[in-house]
């Protein structure tokens, strides 16, 4: 059976677009212009996975109400932001309020496909038992290839799908440091070099909240972020 999937985007023709090219992936998708709409249909079924815009029609951040909403229906559906927003304080408020990722909308149509088809396969691998061949472990650190998942000294730490790849590229070659262009590649996102200094100290403060004591991403002022073990 084909996945579900909504589309919460109030312009007519970005809905439309988005939506043709995952049909021609083989998803069922269903659009909606505005979080009323969304919500009556949510209400009767929910869908596998929504992509929500945060301005919609007359709320300007409808796209945050409906996600929080959609977080009391279930703990677990996968949620993307994707907006034309990129200012620091929304990013960290969508992924606050439950998203599993927040795009822009310059993000590649086939990087949108590949960002979608790596949720469902978190979802799918979840509950699965891990092939050993699967994990890579640094220290303290175990990452999880097939379901996305990051556990630091044993307890998990809530990655987004963009950060659990810009970790894996710190990762696979501790003490290398590693360009924000090379970050942006290896984790399929194409965005200015703010934005990627923005997902790295996020990416930090999930480390931290764990650990207090965590400091094994480094800054190379000029050059980029490295991984010590």
Not at 31 to 60: C, H, M, Q, V, W
Not at 117 to 134: D, N, V, Y
Request: glycine share 6%; proline share 3%; net charge negative.
């Amino acid at each position: 059976m084909s996945k579900r999937i909504a589309i919460v985007e109030d312009e007519a023709a970005i809905r439309e677009n988005y939506a043709d090219v995952l049909r021609k992936q083989g998803y069922e998708v269903l659009t909606y212009p505005n979080r009323r709409k969304a919500e009556d249909a949510f209400s009767t079924r929910l869908p596998d996975l929504a992509i929500i815009d945060i301005g919609l029609e007359d709320e300007i951040d409808g796209g945050f109400a409906l996600c929080q909403n959609l977080r009391t229906m279930s703990k677990t559906l996968p949620i993307i932001f994707l907006t034309a927003r990129d200012n620091d304080f929304d990013t960290v408020s969508g992924l606050r309020m439950g998203a599993d990722d927040y795009l822009t909308k310059d993000i590649s149509l086939p990087h949108l496909a590949a960002r979608i088809a790596a949720l469902f396969r978190r979802q799918e691998a979840i509950g699965k038992p891990t092939a050993p061949e699967s994990l890579l472990e640094r220290g303290n650190l175990v990452m999880d290839l097939s379901r996305l998942t990051v556990a630091w000294k044993g307890e998990l730490v809530a990655l987004t799908v963009t950060e659990f790849w810009m970790l894996h590229a710190l990762v696979k070659f501790p003490g290398h440091v590693k360009s924000r262009d090379v970050l942006m590649q290896e984790s399929k996102i194409y965005v200015d070099n703010s934005t990627i200094t923005s997902h790295v100290k996020r990416m930090r403060k999930k480390f931290i909240q764990s650990d207090s004591e965590f400091d094994c991403i480094d800054t190379v002022y000029g050059m980029g972020y490295r991984w010590n073990d």
